[in-house]
Nanobody
């Protein structure tokens, strides 16, 4: 079992940037696809980005393409989400999660979740 801890959230003005980190312990993240999801109040949890254990082709939701980048540092057992040009609609709790499936955006295929980190973007 892998334990995940997200960090890096906070309050940012629209147009600003934040970098989220997902630090893992227990097992190597390189064994999993790792993804970021987010959930705003009153909304369902939605897929944001994913990266395979090999660090190959990533996947991004259309709403964040061109603004967000997902990357990994296997030496630090950490996956990152660089968020640029933030918008008010990016406000949500951001979760990282791992899956044994390749690049799936379906949250039901992710069985390890962190506790989440709040991102608030003011307009």
């Amino acid at each position: 079992q892998v334990q995940l801890v997200e960090s890096g959230g906070g309050l940012m003005q629209a147009g600003g940037s934040l970098k989220l980190s997902c630090a893992a312990s227990g097992r190597a993240l390189s064994s999993y696809t790792t993804a970021w999801f987010r959930q705003a109040p009153g909304k369902v949890r939605e897929f944001v980005a994913s990266i395979p254990g090999s660090g190959g082709t990533t996947s991004l939701a259309d709403s964040v393409k061109g603004r967000f980048t997902i990357s990994r540092d296997n030496a630090k057992n950490t996956v990152y989400l660089q968020m640029n040009s933030l918008k008010a609609e990016d406000t949500a709790v951001y979760y990282c999660a791992t899956s044994l499936y390749s690049l799936t955006s379906n949250p039901t295929y992710y069985n390890n979740w962190g506790q989440g980190t709040q991102v608030t973007v003011s307009s």
